[in-house]
């Protein structure tokens, strides 16, 4: 029901924002347990909060699904994949630190949400922000499988970078995960 998108986008904006947070902190106490250097821990903070923001801006873009105006998303990926490109080619010129690169996906990210949220309060829907708990309710019991599916598929990707950071180091790993992408 399209006449319904401002209530979901704005119900599910409330809950992302709070799972956001929750994971934040799950994020902030792994990284406490381990004793990573200042600037590794910088990059891991930059970098989560580029997935936060393409975590909101995938809600956005579940309304060009709806809305059957998947161009719109391919427009955006187009945007974000020319900013990186450039944003790299630059911080690589100029020879700057990794920290430069996470940053280059935030500001890269930023730009994309504010492409999606403008095309969809402009052609499709404003958010309505409401707290209707039993609406929650059911968004979280419908959403609930694929919730879990989406965890579980995170961890058997990720426990290979994780065991391989235990027992041998980070460095391994950066050059696993370039070999393995």
Known sequence: NKILAGRY??????????????????????????????EAKAVVYIVALSVFIDAITMLFQ??????????????????????????????????????????LYVISSVILLIFSTFIVIQKFSKPVFEIDLDFWKWLIKEGAPFWAASVFIVIIVQTDKIMLSYMIGDEAVGLYSAAYR
Request: glycine residues 6%.
């Open 9 to 38: 986008l704005g119900n599910v904006l409330f809950l992302k924002i709070i799972n956001l947070c929750i994971v934040f902190l799950m994020l902030h106490i792994l990284l406490g347990i381990r004793d990573y250097p200042v």
């Open 62 to 103: 579940a309304i060009f699904h709806a809305f059957e105006r998947l161009e719109l998303i391919s427009i955006g990926k187009i945007i974000k994949n020319a900013l990186m490109v450039v944003g790299a080619f630059i911080i690589t010129t100029l020879e700057l630190d990794l920290l430069s690169f996470a940053v």
